[in-house]
């Protein structure tokens, strides 16, 4: 099933739940479907590939928003994007904690033969894409510098 049909079905029992918080997280979802779909050369249809991605860009997004809710001191709005990134992450796949993050990145890197900091682009590309939709990119960035100081 994909991830329209997929949320589509969440929605309709969001709806009947009567769940507020959920069915605004799906519906940012569903929005965010239907523009890539209709983006130019999408074809009219998003790519499994392609739907981590989709998600993950939502889920930084939400985070980012946080962030600058809980600096500027408004945990009302704050709420509002905490439980709209709760209802994203159901779709995303489960993500990988830092140790497990390492012991794949170490491998990585070894595998590219990356030497120095000049190389971490060459690593980060692999790695991007072994590990798309199970880590976002600014840890394993972090995770990567970490590894490569050693």
Same mark, same amino acid.
């Given at each position: 099933?994909?991830?329209?049909? /997929?949320?589509? #079905?969440? =929605? $309709?029992?969001? =709806?009947? #739940?009567? @769940?507020?918080?959920?069915?605004?997280? !799906?519906? #940012?979802?569903? *929005?965010?479907?239907?523009? #890539?779909?209709?983006?130019?050369?999408?074809?009219?249809?998003?790519?499994?590939? %392609?739907?981590?991605? !989709?998600?993950?860009? !939502?889920?930084?997004?939400?985070? %980012?928003?946080?962030?600058?809710?809980?600096?500027?001191?408004?945990?009302?709005?704050? /709420?509002?994007?905490?439980?709209? &990134?709760?209802?994203?992450? $159901?779709?995303?796949?489960?993500?990988?904690?830092?140790?497990?993050?390492?012991? &794949?990145?170490?491998?990585?890197?070894?595998?590219?033969?990356?030497?120095?900091?000049? @190389? =971490?682009?060459?690593?980060?590309?692999? *790695?991007?894409? /072994? !590990?798309?939709?199970?880590? %976002?990119?600014?840890?394993?960035?972090? &995770?990567?510098?970490?590894?490569?100081?050693?």
């Amino acid at each position: 099933m994909s991830l329209e049909q /997929q949320v589509m #079905a969440a =929605m $309709k029992d969001a =709806m009947k #739940a009567k @769940d507020e918080a959920g069915l605004r997280g !799906l519906r #940012a979802i569903k *929005a965010a479907i239907i523009i #890539a779909k209709t983006a130019e050369g999408a074809g009219g249809e998003l790519k499994p590939a %392609d739907e981590p991605k !989709l998600l993950q860009k !939502l889920v930084k997004q939400r985070k %980012d928003s946080l962030q600058i809710y809980q600096q500027q001191n408004r945990p009302d709005l704050a /709420q509002k994007e905490e439980e709209e &990134i709760a209802v994203i992450e $159901k779709f995303l796949p489960k993500q990988l904690d830092a140790a497990a993050l390492k012991v &794949i990145l170490a491998k990585i890197i070894a595998d590219t033969g990356a030497q120095s900091a000049a @190389d =971490m682009g060459k690593v980060m590309g692999v *790695a991007t894409k /072994q !590990l798309a939709g199970q880590a %976002d990119g600014k840890t394993i960035g972090a &995770i990567v510098k970490e590894l490569m100081a050693k």
